[in-house]
């Protein structure tokens, strides 16, 4: 089925705030799904894959700063989503990038990486060179870089697979991020180890599709989008009951 980027986002919206998300990091997170749907990124698939593990999250859990300096930033997420562990770790390390030019951040024990991407969009059209790395624990290994240009809304990302696992490799469950002012940062691989290039999206392919679904809708699964309307009928439930809960004289009737 298809669905306009406002059906989409604003469908995303009342499953995140059904599911405990605070109402503006729902419009934040429905941002993030809806703009990687958009750009033919999996966006929803992204989501579907991690929704067990999101609903598990304990929202009142929130991130913590195990390192900083002026130039750095180490966070755990504290097995959290992205969407929930990543947004005030970007801020900080955009605020240092424009102090000093550059700036690193990692995100430690964090899941649903890849729904960061909507989120350095946002960075990059804030005029910041931004470039996010992850490695997923998996056969084969693999390695996953994302791009953007200053001022730019549309990524440049790049796969490999790593033939030779390092002897140092441990599970990695964290994310890097880097930004710059004035250095433009976009993926490219430089390895002592063999590897095979797995996937290459660039910024007028990606265009490209943003452009189709734009005119013509976006893809949509239909199984996933009606998870996300039963999850977005919690928040119809709980306003019904606030409401009724609210209805009729208080304690005190002072009207």
């Not at 791009?147 to 033939?163: C, D, H, L, M, T």
């Given at each position: 089925?298809?669905?306009?980027?406002?059906?989409?986002?604003?469908?995303?919206?009342?499953?995140f705030?059904?599911m405990?998300f605070?109402?503006?990091?729902?419009?934040?997170?429905?941002?993030?799904?809806?703009?990687?749907?958009?750009?033919?990124?999996g966006?929803?698939?992204?989501?579907s894959?991690?929704?067990?593990?999101?609903l598990e999250d304990?929202p009142?859990?929130?991130?913590?700063?195990?390192?900083q300096?002026?130039?750095l930033?180490?966070?755990?997420?504290?097995?959290?989503?992205?969407?929930?562990?990543?947004t005030l770790?970007?801020?900080l390390?955009f605020?240092?990038?424009?102090?000093r030019?550059?700036?690193?951040?990692k995100?430690?024990?964090?899941?649903?990486?890849?729904?960061?991407?909507?989120?350095?969009?946002r960075?990059?059209?804030?005029?910041?060179?931004?470039?996010?790395?992850w490695?997923?624990?998996?056969q084969?290994?693999?390695?996953q870089?994302?791009?953007?240009?200053?001022?730019?809304?549309?990524p440049?990302?790049r796969?490999?697979a790593v033939?030779?696992?390092?002897e140092?490799?441990e599970?990695?469950?964290?994310?890097?991020?880097?930004?710059?002012?004035?250095?433009?940062?976009?993926?490219?691989?430089r390895s002592d180890y063999?590897y095979?290039l797995?996937a290459?999206?660039d910024?007028?392919?990606?265009?490209?599709?943003r452009?189709?679904?734009?005119?013509?809708?976006?893809?949509v699964?239909?199984?996933?989008w009606?998870?996300?309307k039963?999850?977005?009928?919690?928040?119809?439930v709980?306003?019904?009951d606030?409401?009724?809960?609210?209805?009729?004289?208080?304690?005190?009737d002072?009207d």
């Amino acid at each position: 089925m298809k669905a306009s980027y406002n059906e989409l986002q604003g469908l995303c919206l009342k499953a995140f705030i059904g599911m405990g998300f605070e109402e503006g990091d729902a419009a934040d997170a429905a941002d993030m799904v809806a703009w990687m749907q958009c750009f033919g990124l999996g966006g929803l698939a992204a989501l579907s894959r991690g929704l067990d593990f999101l609903l598990e999250d304990d929202p009142d859990d929130l991130p913590s700063v195990l390192y900083q300096d002026g130039d750095l930033a180490v966070i755990d997420g504290h097995g959290q989503s992205v969407l929930r562990s990543s947004t005030l770790a970007l801020e900080l390390g955009f605020a240092k990038a424009r102090a000093r030019g550059l700036a690193v951040i990692k995100v430690r024990h964090c899941h649903n990486r890849q729904l960061i991407m909507g989120y350095l969009a946002r960075l990059a059209g804030r005029g910041m060179n931004v470039t996010a790395f992850w490695r997923n624990a998996q056969q084969p290994l693999t390695e996953q870089v994302v791009g953007f240009r200053a001022n730019s809304s549309v990524p440049e990302i790049r796969v490999y697979a790593v033939q030779e696992i390092p002897e140092e490799n441990e599970p990695n469950n964290a994310i890097t991020i880097v930004m710059a002012n004035h250095v433009d940062l976009l993926p490219a691989m430089r390895s002592d180890y063999r590897y095979d290039l797995l996937a290459h999206h660039d910024e007028s392919t990606l265009l490209a599709s943003r452009n189709q679904s734009l005119t013509e809708g976006i893809e949509v699964d239909e199984a996933v989008w009606a998870r996300l309307k039963h999850l977005a009928s919690r928040m119809l439930v709980e306003a019904t009951d606030a409401s009724r809960d609210g209805a009729g004289a208080g304690a005190q009737d002072n009207d």
